[in-house]
């Protein structure tokens, strides 16, 4: 039977998919972690990882079915030796944020920074990836998406609605003339997603707005969009938050193309009862909120909660999606 030693190696290997970097985290040899690694699947019975100089140590169908377990099992004991030392220590321990691009490079990487300045026994992995995070795969621990999870163990809450307006550069409205109204649009030519690609139907802002034909520039990502607006050559519907915080920028129509969309963070139900994750929970809803402006447009600045703020570290009562 796998002892607790051995599950903590398991995590930080299926968690960092390198030998090197689970070694650097826990303080040990890299010839330590292969050999405990061995061991538990000597123990096990089972290959827990496909392992290649290439991609690293791969978890095998075996080994992300061991990992939901692991992680039970951690989040168990962490909660136990939370309940146990009392209310006045601070949050210690690794947690995985996965995100949409833009909010996730441009927002959350900054407050995260924030955060874990204010928690240093923490440690931090930022995902900021143009597709849906999996919980039910563990390749998270807290994900902020668009939609709201339809079914599972979730603990969820919406995080904030934020805007997106047309933008262009003012060298590309000079050349190309001012748009005074929607019809206006039919002679300019666009930016946007790759449509067969789209991992969310929230995404599609363009179709009622101009004829596909006008679309000259797609990526699934809003980050090479915003870099491909700043070229030039086509309009592009950004966040605000992303958007009007460059000058080089300027929102075209914004009183007639206005999209609004939603973020919405969420976690598995078995998290809520431990600190670290409740802690960084309060603080995402405060240094959100605190930033509406940002979100809607009508500001430039992130702020982060002031110094003196402190989580309440108690279980969030935000309403669990539906099973």
Not at 108 to 118: A, E, K, Y
Not at 135 to 144: C, H
Not at 153 to 162: F, H, I, M, R
Not at 296 to 307: D, Q, V
Request: one cysteine or more; a positive charge.
């Amino acid at each position: 039977m796998a002892d607790w030693d051995a599950i903590r190696y398991f995590l930080e290997v299926a968690r960092t998919q390198r030998a090197s970097a689970a070694a650097q985290r826990l303080g040990v040899q890299h010839s330590t972690v292969t050999r405990r690694i061995r061991a538990l699947e000597q123990d096990l019975g089972v290959t827990l990882f496909e392992k290649s100089r290439a991609s690293g140590f791969t978890p095998t169908e075996e080994g992300l079915r061991f990992f939901a377990h692991a992680e039970q099992v951690e989040s168990t004991l962490l909660a136990a030796r939370e309940a146990l030392s009392g209310s006045a220590q601070m949050p210690s321990g690794h947690l995985r944020i996965g995100s949409t691009e833009g909010f996730g490079s441009t927002v959350l990487t900054p407050l995260m920074v924030d955060f874990q300045r204010r928690h240093p026994a923490m440690t931090l992995d930022i995902m900021p990836v143009p597709r849906f995070i999996s919980l039910s795969k563990r390749e998270a621990d807290i994900a902020i998406a668009l939609e709201r999870p339809q079914r599972g163990p979730y603990l969820c809450t919406k995080l904030a609605d934020y805007n997106l307006r047309l933008y262009g550069t003012r060298d590309y409205l000079a050349r190309h003339g001012p748009v005074r109204r929607q019809a206006d649009l039919g002679r300019h030519t666009f930016i946007g997603y790759v449509d067969e690609l789209l991992f969310s139907d929230r995404l599609r802002y363009l179709d009622d707005l101009v004829q596909p034909s006008r679309v000259i520039f797609r990526s699934t990502s809003v980050l090479a969009q915003y870099h491909a607006a700043l070229g030039g050559q086509a309009l592009a519907i950004l966040p605000c938050f992303l958007a009007a915080q460059d000058e080089r920028l300027v929102p075209v129509l914004a009183d007639a193309v206005l999209v609004t969309r939603s973020f919405w963070m969420y976690c598995h139900e078995d998290l809520r009862r431990t600190r670290r994750v409740m802690a960084l929970w309060d603080y995402l809803k405060q240094a959100v909120a605190l930033n509406r402006g940002l979100l809607c447009g009508s500001a430039r600045e992130l702020r982060t909660p002031a110094e003196d703020w402190a989580p309440s570290y108690a279980p969030s009562r935000a309403a669990a999606a539906p099973d």
